[in-house]
């Protein structure tokens, strides 16, 4: 029911662009992929706004199957797509000018309530840091990360919530520790990540 429930929702809007539509009605409230619902009781997520959007279900245009998260820099926007047609949009921290990237990868591991080792590229850059930082709330990884394969890079929450929705960071993707919360449930080791130029 719930499948034709979308369908009906979705009838108007093939081809539509993520950016350029409203929020799905939450007719539409479990992921497929791993039975988690959408969204929890008594949330109601509408746009307010701003560069910080909560995260809504909106119609998505890419060809891309279901688990994969697309990553649009031009738009500080974090795509999950649950099903053709459809994904959950974030709204994310990206890598400030020389330090973003694009490319195709996979996620590697997960986990929550991470440590934190900054790369010794960034203890140059900033040689206040840390050389480890246990994970916890005051961990710049925030509450999850998604570890990036083959890379430095990590999609991660963060205890500085201000810069979700800026160009502030070295690579790697920020997120309000909600919104990460709510990814990592639904992410599996393997999926695909995709970082549009």
């Known amino acids: 029911m719930r499948r034709l429930a979308l369908a009906g929702v979705l009838a108007g809007t093939a081809c539509l ?3 350029s539509v409203g929020a799905i009605p939450l007719a539409y409230d479990l992921d497929p ?3 988690e619902s959408v969204f ?3 949330e109601s997520y ?3 706004g701003g560069p910080t959007l909560p995260r809504q279900v909106v119609p998505y245009d890419g060809a891309y199957a279901p688990g994969t998260i697309v990553v649009s820099h031009s738009e500080r926007r974090l795509y999950y797509v649950i099903t053709k047609g459809v994904a959950i949009q974030y709204t994310i921290g990206v890598g400030r000018p020389g330090f973003a990237w694009s490319g195709t990868k996979l996620i590697s591991r997960k986990r929550e309530w991470p ?3 900054p790369p010794a ?3 140059q850059r900033r040689p206040d840091l840390p050389r480890h930082m246990s994970g916890g709330p005051e961990n710049p990884l ?3 990360a998604l570890y990036v394969a083959g890379s430095l890079y990590r999609i991660h929450g963060s205890n500085e919530p201000e810069t979700v929705g800026q160009a502030v960071s070295s690579g790697c993707f920020r997120m309000t520790n909600d919104d990460v919360i709510d990814l990592y449930k639904r992410v599996r080791v393997g999926a695909k990540l995709v970082v549009l130029p």
């Open 115 to 117: 440590d934190w080792r």
């Open 17 to 19: 662009c993520a950016s």
């Open 40 to 42: 929890a009781p008594g």
């Open 121 to 123: 590229e960034m203890r």
């Open 33 to 35: 992929l791993t039975g």
């Open 142 to 144: 925030g509450a999850r």
């Open 46 to 48: 509408r746009p307010q």
